[in-house]
């Protein structure tokens, strides 16, 4: 008897089941409170150096005018600044056929030297706008690198985390993700330089990867095949609120260390929820922990209406299956490498994540140009990944896995391409396609997690989820950088976004079909061999249930 009879003798959906997706609800929803963050915590307001001593008969326009620089488009320039040799003539003689701040022969301009004024309409405060870090300018590298620093905390956490919660459980090491997240939240918060900022947010980048390498997994491996794919996508809906609330958090609150606060202290009912949380019981089983394998699956038959007495699970039956399923040894990332199969899906899956993450991250990240404001543009962002649930739920259910992914990541090159095609007087196009790219990012999002959580074996799953989230974070990382490509070319941030989420779809035609198929426990399962030792053997398929 395997897992899969265990799990429909106690219910393999249910109110258990259901408990449970609610009680990992708030891991989903401030993951992207986090990741979006800065979309609000590092924007750069309008902002022109400070010109301090403006006579009272000039307005704050003509003072601008004749100190001030214009770009190239025609806009006064908010890095440089008439040295006020050449600037403060103007100001005085003003006339005789020459507009403020127009002089004789090529002016000379000086980057801002007593720091800048910022226009504080919409945001009270960012991390762009604090006293002494002036991430503008010259500086604005170190802004856009205060994403990539947190992506790469991410990428480290995603390691960490999937090889710990393989050897240690995954409900501890989620407490140890909660307690940290909060601890690094608050520090972050209350950080007097950007160096100690920097390495707060890294480090609580490193805690949230234990997120989500850990909530879907712990979901998925107390439900039945039947029931994966609506649990899947009920449970990324979560992400979706968690979007469209830092829409609104950020709306209501426009200082940046309140706004961080606000995001962190959730942590703390999350704490306190673990206690009704349940250990995988297919996790406990691959350890040969029976006890406590029990213990939990009469706890599922319990609330779930299912009349099953401690006899029909007794200690005998659960140690043959734990006996099948036992882990001979500790799990590695070498073992997601050393047989073909394994190594076949690892490679291809981490591809896929690199392009997911890539192109989701710099379409959710620009939020400009779009002739809407940031609040608008975040909720209309939020608001169009409802629907994107329901493509995922009806394609995986008919078309598979495998294609969704496939199309989800095409949609989203596509409507990149499309983009770069689009005049910049269509503003009403060019929304509509940064819209449908953000759904199509979304989607392909959503598959993957479904999709690479029923790739991996039991034995392997938060292993094989932490490679392909390391890789997927280090996408993310690179994101913002790739965004600094704008100075080159306009378009080639989105041309490189686009080109890399069309090979990541070329990929994933490359992994096998998951739909109707049972969880693999063990790696021969993945294999469909009769022995590891020999790797010539002919290939079995994998064991069919129907959905």
């Known amino acids: 008897m395997g897992f899969e009879e265990l799990l429909d003798q106690v219910g393999g959906f249910g109110p258990f089941q259901l408990r449970n997706v609610a009680l990992l609800a708030l891991p989903r929803i401030l993951l992207p409170m986090n990741f979006l963050l800065p979309i609000f915590l590092a924007a750069v307001p309008a902002h022109h150096c400070v010109l301090p001593g403006a006579p009272a008969n000039f307005s704050q326009d003509m003072w601008l005018e004749a100190h001030l620089p214009r770009e190239s488009d025609g806009t006064l320039s908010s890095c440089f600044r008439f040295t006020d040799s050449q600037a403060l003539p103007n100001t005085t003689l003003g006339g005789e056929g020459q507009s403020p701040g127009e002089l004789q022969g090529e002016p000379s301009t000086v980057p801002c030297p007593q720091g800048w004024e910022y226009d504080h309409s919409e945001f009270s405060s960012t991390i762009a706008t604090e006293s002494e870090w002036d991430l503008v300018c010259e500086q604005k590298g170190l802004n ?34 909660y307690v940290s997240a ?14 100690m900022f920097v390495i707060t947010r890294t480090l609580t980048g490193t805690a949230l990867a234990g997120f989500t390498i850990i909530v879907m997994p712990l ?3 107390w439900l039945d095949v039947g029931h994966r794919t609506v649990a899947g996508v009920l449970s990324s809906t979560f992400w979706t609120g968690g979007v469209m609330l830092l829409a609104l958090v950020g709306y209501l609150i426009r200082d940046w260390r309140w706004l961080l606060l606000a995001v962190t202290l959730p942590c703390v009912p999350g704490i306190v929820s673990l206690w009704w949380v349940p250990e995988s019981a297919r996790w406990l089983l691959t350890q040969g922990r029976v006890e406590e394998a029990r213990r939990y699956l009469l706890s599922c038959a319990r609330l779930n209406g299912r009349p099953v007495g401690e006899d029909s699970l007794s200690l005998e039956a659960l140690s043959k299956v734990a006996a099948a399923e036992r882990v001979v040894r500790r799990p590695s990332y070498l073992d997601l490498l050393r047989t073909p199969r394994l190594r076949h899906i690892s490679l ?24 809407l404001n940031v609040y608008q543009t975040q909720l209309l962002f939020g608001a169009v990944e409802l629907p994107s649930k329901l493509l995922v739920y009806v394609s995986v259910r008919h078309a598979g896995r495998r294609l969704t992914q496939a199309g989800t990541l095409l949609g989203t090159a596509l409507t990149l391409g499309f983009r770069l095609l689009v005049s910049t007087e269509k503003g009403y196009w060019r929304t509509a396609l940064a819209v449908m790219g953000k759904g199509f990012s979304e989607a392909a999002f959503t598959t993957a997690y479904l999709f690479t959580s029923e790739l991996y074996p039991t034995v392997l799953r938060q292993t094989g989820m932490g490679l392909t989230a390391l890789v997927g974070r280090l996408g993310g990382s690179l994101a913002p950088l790739a965004a600094l490509l704008d100075g080159v070319w306009l378009s080639l941030p989105k041309l490189i976004y686009g080109g890399i989420a069309l090979l990541a779809a070329c990929t994933a035609l ?20 009769s022995a590891l030792s020999s790797l ?12």
């Not at 909060?182 to 160096?195: K, Q």
């Not at 010539?536 to 959905?547: G, N, S």
Request: charged letters at 20%; a negative charge.
């Open 144 to 177: 856009r690198a205060t994403s990539t620093f947190f992506f790469i905390g991410v990428l480290v956490g995603a390691v960490a985390f999937g090889y710990l919660s393989d050897r240690f459980g995954r409900r501890r090491l989620l407490l140890v993700a």
């Open 182 to 195: 909060l601890g690094m939240g608050l520090a972050s918060a209350a950080s007097v330089s950007y160096i």
């Open 219 to 221: 979901e998925l491996e």
């Open 348 to 371: 291809c899956c981490m591809m896929v994540w690199f392009g997911v993450n890539f192109s989701y991250y710099g379409l959710s990240l620009d939020v400009s140009g779009l002739g």
């Open 510 to 529: 490359l992994l096998p079909e998951t739909r109707k198929a049972q969880l693999p426990e063990t790696i021969q399962d993945v294999e469909g061999k």
């Open 536 to 547: 010539q053997e002919e290939q079995m398929p994998m064991k069919q249930v129907h959905d």
